[in-house]
């Protein structure tokens, strides 16, 4: 017997009349959306609207970063205040015992206030240090979540960028962004770090410039404050473009100079001493 193969269909869905006359209103409506699966989506908008298997386990995977991370910097605000509160306690009645007549007999008890409002004052630094770093944590990762969810990316209102050139900075920012050195200091370090004129992050090909790189790079090691920090308050533009920054400062570093500091430059290329003998 000869099978007769089905013939294939068309899969594009009919379009009606008022479809047709529609169309461009169609298309001003569909300029902003969210993704769902694939299953749910006509095979002509899986470009623009769908997202694979891989896509829903990494938006998922941010939904619990993003969801426990803000859950963490909210628990780690109740202790903020707890802790502020008890260095209230403590001040209080340090104020109430040095007011008084008898300091010289309660010398010692004084003496252990002053320790526990030191310590308090510590702690809640700290504390308010690491609850910053948690919730940079969650915005970066709703910042992922809203690439992945939203099939016409909307533009994000950074605030501008600003200070990615050491003209840009004023001598006193200087001093409030990278410590005891002055403009002078940033660009003789500038110059001894070898920094070229552009960076290309290997793995998306974006390219930047050496002196914002460098600027970054300083001030995160010099302050500690995470990207979304810096981005709010002092450089502006997208806090993910910081992370490649950073990545490819540090490569330069290493690549550069940490041979020399370690002391290794004979184990690194001593092994590739036949190939380089082969090659001349």
């Given at each position: ?200 992050n290997q793995s998306n090909r ?10 970054i790079f300083l001030y995160h ?60």
């Amino acid at each position: 017997l000869k099978l007769k193969m089905p013939r294939r269909q068309n899969r594009r869905r009919p379009r009606e009349d008022d479809e047709e006359n529609n169309s461009y209103d169609d298309e001003e409506a569909q300029q902003f959306g969210l993704r769902t699966s694939r299953r749910n989506v006509s095979w002509e908008y899986r470009e623009a609207r769908a997202l694979s298997p891989l896509q829903f386990m990494k938006l998922e995977m941010y939904y619990n970063i993003a969801n426990h991370m803000m859950s963490v910097g909210l628990y780690l605000g109740h202790v903020i205040v707890l802790i502020a509160k008890l260095r209230q306690h403590y001040n209080a009645m340090l104020t109430q015992l040095e007011s008084s007549g008898v300091v010289d007999v309660l010398s010692g008890s004084i003496e252990q206030l002053r320790q526990l409002v030191k310590r308090s004052k510590d702690t809640f630094e700290r504390i308010s240090f690491l609850m910053t770093w948690v919730i940079s944590y969650g915005e970066l990762a709703l910042l992922f979540i809203e690439d992945l969810s939203i099939y016409t990316r909307r533009t994000h209102q950074f605030p501008p960028e600003r200070y990615r050139t050491i003209d840009e900075i004023s001598q006193r920012d200087c001093y409030a962004f990278f410590g005891s050195m002055n403009r002078s200091e940033i660009r003789l370090l500038y110059r001894h770090w070898r920094i070229p004129d552009q960076f290309v992050n290997q793995s998306n090909r974006q390219v930047f410039s050496g002196e914002e790189c460098f600027l970054i790079f300083l001030y995160h090691l010099m302050r500690g404050s995470p990207f979304t920090e810096m981005s709010r308050h002092v450089f502006g533009g997208d806090p993910r473009h910081f992370s490649y920054m950073f990545n490819v400062m540090n490569d330069h570093m290493y690549f550069k100079f940490y041979h020399k500091i370690s002391g290794m430059s004979l184990n690194i290329w001593l092994p590739h001493q036949d190939g380089q003998s082969t090659t001349v």
